[in-house]
Structures are given as C-alpha cells and as structure tokens.
C-alpha cells in the first residue's frame, strides 16, 4: 500500500478536463507545499510535470495545473489529447526520515 | 540539456550484490546543491525512491532498504554508483536513476534517466 492514496484510473474525452487525487497525511502533502507530479507513458521514464503543488518546469504545457487543500493535492489536465494517455504519479516530501513518498499512480485514459 | 543513463546488470541471483552506475552529463555533481537519486520500480507497480546523493557527498537512505544500500559519487567520472546488497526476488524492477536542482524543493527529480530493468532469479 502506498503511502499517498491515487484513484486507479480516470477517463475523460478529447477536450474535456480531468483531476487526479493524491491524498497522504498532515506529515507530507498537509505539511509542505512540495508535492510533485510525474507523467509515464509506456515503457518511458517518469516526467515531472508539477513541482511545488502549482509550479510548471519549463516545456510543459499551461493545460496542466497543480493545487492543494489540506491533505490532499490535485493535477488538473484541461483540454485532454491523447498524447496525455499515460500514468501520474504523485509525490511528497515528508520532513522525516522517509524524505519523499510516492502515490500509487493514476491511470489516465483519453477516450 | 541533462542526462543520466543507468548501466549494470540485467540478471542477478538471489543474495547477490547488485550495483548500478548512473552516467550522467550536462551537470556537474560539485554545483552547490545538486542531487542526485535512485528510484526503482517494479513491473505494474509504483516508484519507491531509494537513496540520493549530495554535492557535498551527504547521503540519503530510505529507512526500510538502509542496511541494504551504498551510494557513492565520482565527480570526475560524472557518475554516481548504487551498491544494493542480498538482493532477493522482489527486488525485480526497473531502476532510475534521476537529478535535481538546487532551487527546486528536495527530492524533486527531473530529469530521469531511462531506466534498466534488473531481474533477481536463480
């Protein structure tokens, strides 16, 4: 069981927009404001896609947004493609020992 | 631009000692706070970071694999080295290794490298 809680799989249709969940504790997501999102096509290497609950990296596109409340973060993709069709991965730092924790990955499909 | 790429050994036998190298260039891993990290993952499952390395050489574990593993640099080689010991059959997955930058938050990693799938059987 991973330590951030995803939903299994979302679906939405081309130009629809999507959420994904990521829930953890008052010890990571609730406690900083460093929670990451990783895009995995297929047999690829994770992407970071969201840094700092809202941060962009460079290259990414503005479809894809990061927020959160409390102890549960949330990556919104609006406008989906296909191209979007991957696994999301939430993380979080944790502040302990553990230093980061990994969601158990959402499976994204464009219908 | 940055990149890592993982080299070691497919297969291993149980009990063994795995160790990985992470190839890297377009950084140097004597900048002032650049990391670097291993994460693994086993086919159909999640990521589970592993361990991660300072410029200043300070080094991070994870608590539950900590006696199992040794991470080390060579900054004039631009690699970073894995060591994992006992290896055993649910240590099956793909390994990462992955950078990050010193302005970002820690443990924020971008970029990965691709990954080598490293497979524990007799």
Redesign the interface.
Known sequence: Q?ALTQPASVSGSPGQSITISCTGTSSDVGG???V?W?QQHPG?????MI??VSYR?SGVPDRFSGSKSGNTASLTISGLQAEDEADY?C?S?TGS?????????TKLTVL | QITLKESGPTLVKPTQTLTLTCSFSGFSLSTSGVSVGWIRQPPGK????LA?IYWDDDK?Y??SLKSRLTITKDTSKNQVVLTMSNMDPVDTATY?CAHSYSW????????????TLVTVSS
Do not use: I
Request: aromatic share 28%; no cysteine.
């Open positions: 991973s900083y404001n460093y990451s990783y690829k290497a994770p992407k970071l840094f700092e990296p991965y993380s730092y020992s553990t230093y980061v924790v990994f969601g158990g990955g | 999640t990521l589970e970071w991660l991070r994870s608590p990462y970002r938050p820690p443990f924020t990693f971008d970029p990965w490298g691709q990954g």
